[in-house]
């Protein structure tokens, strides 16, 4: 007795360009409110749209990264780039730049590693907190955010436009 295949590998691949048009439309069904705001915790809900987002967002780490880095608002996101690409990750629970400089880290981060910064939108203090880690002897290889505000110099997957979201030509 035979096996009926419906279909094969081959068949269902779809070019790079058109995953990531389709990305974009369930980004924007799922998240985009309005013309200028995303609801993160919408991506973050929705763990087929969270997993094909942190399978294109791996693909911006240079081979050698020691770590990722999010602030705990993203923690979802940088598990799933994390068990994508096997990246271990920390999380920073409060991020104040005042005198102090007060910052609470959960996870491992050691001076001397290489790391890159995972966010589902831009962030906010990416320069304080590029400041606060080189003052630690920690490198920051790469910023990478899902969705990212028109002028943010980051490298994303997409920009928020008035026309919606618009894929990155990185």
């Keep these: 007795m035979s096996t009926a295949v419906l279909h094969s590998a081959d068949t269902i691949r779809r070019s790079r360009h058109a995953q990531l048009v389709e990305l974009a439309a369930d980004l924007t069904a799922t998240a985009v409110i309005g013309h200028d705001r995303i609801d993160a915790a919408a991506i973050h809900s929705r763990p087929t749209v969270l997993r094909r987002v942190a399978a294109r967002l791996a693909e911006h780490f240079a081979p050698g990264i020691d770590r990722l880095l999010a602030v705990t608002s993203d923690a979802p996101l940088a598990t799933a780039v994390s068990l994508h690409s096997g990246i271990p990750f920390a999380t920073i629970d409060s991020l104040t730049f005042d005198a102090d ?37 920690i490198r920051v290889i790469a910023v990478v955010s899902a969705i990212a505000a028109p002028g943010d110099g980051n490298r994303c997957l997409y920009r928020l436009s008035a026309d919606g979201l618009e894929p990155s030509h990185e």
């Design 101 to 137: 400089c007060t910052v609470t880290v959960r996870g491992e981060l050691h001076p001397g590693e290489d790391v890159a910064i995972v966010s589902t939108t831009t962030l906010d203090r990416a320069v304080q907190l590029r400041e606060y880690l080189a003052d630690r002897q």
